[in-house]
């Protein structure tokens, strides 16, 4: 009997995913495991892979086309068979009906429990109880909506994923009129396909910018100490640890210091992470990925190079798995080897936090002895979610990672 093939999460999430090359064309042999096809999601191009066993006998959803998680990308039978009915129903409603709250939730759930990193929260400051759906509530969250701020037209009030959905198109449709001009085509212009990866960067921080209170705090480091210690290591290692696995480690030793740094705002709580999970910005040719590696706090720099280095190595290749760019605590985007000074980042959801890093280079500075002297410097900006991390409690996280950097020795004691 011939069986529909649908379009499933290939990240936790994907909701609409586009087809960028079939592998296999209409009449041909599948069984479960075969690549039929290459599906962009909004972080990479992933194989999807057949779960049943039979003859393609229709590809509904040509390369190009896209389909929402749930939809019918074609049709698996014997050869010969006839599917006349099930094309007739399909054409009768082209579209799927949208899935109820509850099923998506389980979905979600389901994704969450698969995922390393998304953990139930165990330390929570709660301010008041806001009825809403958990899907309601994670989408706020990524989107950077207060669940006080949207009406709620579920049972009794409770919030629901329309509702937010409602809110995030009505602020981007306000942001739109607010901030773009209208602009003339010119003869010549180049025209790019927006695709689903560079949409939900545009979605998710659009959301974090403009709805999350964002501050910055900036701070100047010298470099000599930590640089001299890397120098003396290369000499005896293998291969040198890299700087951003150096930073990774005094950033997650002063998270462990500061929790309120290491968290996340939920709408009707905030969400104190038991672990330092840390993502590093990793530039790819459409967009950027944030690989993570988890549990820092409890890793060397070297065990963090070592995870690091072929996690960069699969981003920029698309072969990253869905578990290895999601559930970061904790941002660090480093932008010194294009030669950047300083610069500002936006909060990467869920978090509260990013650090933007500089270029390290030699300037002349005036020591605590009021000495003239050239040092190696580099600047490091802050940016706090300002629901969740106040002025303080960032500074005081920002000057110990100053000062790890500076005194390496105080890791010691």
């Not at 998304?118 to 929570?124: C, L």
């Not at 930590?226 to 000499?235: D, F, G, I, P, T």
């Amino acid at each position: 009997m011939a069986e529909k093939l649908l379009m499933v999460a290939l990240s936790p999430t994907m909701e609409v995913g586009t087809i960028a090359k079939w592998h296999v064309e209409e009449g041909a042999q599948i069984r479960p495991g075969t690549v039929v096809c290459d599906v962009e999601t909004d972080k990479a191009t992933m194989e999807y892979e057949s779960p049943t066993e039979g003859t393609l006998l229709k590809i509904l959803v040509p390369a190009g086309g896209k389909a929402a998680v749930g939809e019918v990308i074609g049709i698996v039978g014997t050869a010969g068979e006839d599917i006349s009915s099930i094309i007739a129903e399909l054409s009768k409603s082209p579209t799927q009906p949208e899935k109820s709250d509850a099923v998506l939730e389980a979905k979600r759930d389901e994704v969450a429990a698969a995922v390393p990193g998304i953990e139930a929260a165990e330390n929570v400051i709660s301010t008041r109880v806001i009825r809403s759906s958990p899907l309601a509530r994670k989408l706020a969250s990524e989107y950077g909506i207060d669940l006080r701020d949207v009406p709620g037209s579920g049972p009794g009030g409770r919030i629901v994923k329309s509702d937010v959905e409602a809110v995030r198109r009505a602020r981007e449709k306000t942001m739109r009129e607010a901030h773009t001009p209208e602009t003339k085509a010119d003869e010549g212009d180049t025209f790019l396909r927006v695709t689903q990866m560079r949409r939900i960067i545009a979605e998710r921080l659009s959301a974090s910018m403009y709805s999350a209170p964002h501050y910055y705090l900036k701070v100047r480091v010298e470099m000599d100490p930590v640089l001299r210690a890397r120098e003396v290591h290369s000499r005896t290692a293998e291969r040198p640890c890299s700087l951003n696995a150096i930073l990774m480690y005094f950033v997650a030793q002063a998270l462990r210091k500061h929790p309120m740094v290491n968290a996340s705002w939920e709408g009707d709580q905030i969400r104190l992470f038991r672990h330092v999970h840390l993502g590093l910005a990793v530039a790819v040719s459409d967009g950027l990925l944030t690989p993570v590696v988890r549990n820092c706090e409890k890793k060397s720099i070297r065990e963090i190079e070592e995870e690091l280095r072929p996690l960069i190595e699969r981003a920029r290749a698309g072969k990253l798995a869905p578990e290895e760019f999601t559930g970061a605590t904790f941002t660090i985007t480093n932008l010194g080897s294009y030669g950047i000074e300083e610069f500002t980042a936006i909060i990467n959801p869920p978090g509260a936090a990013i650090l933007a890093v500089g270029e390290a280079r030699k300037e002349q500075i005036v020591d605590k002895s009021g000495d003239l002297r050239v040092a190696t410097m580099m600047r490091l900006t802050l940016s706090c979610d300002h629901r969740v991390i106040d002025g303080a409690v960032g500074a005081a996280f920002l000057r110990d990672v100053k000062d790890m950097i500076e005194q390496p020795v105080l890791l010691l004691f």
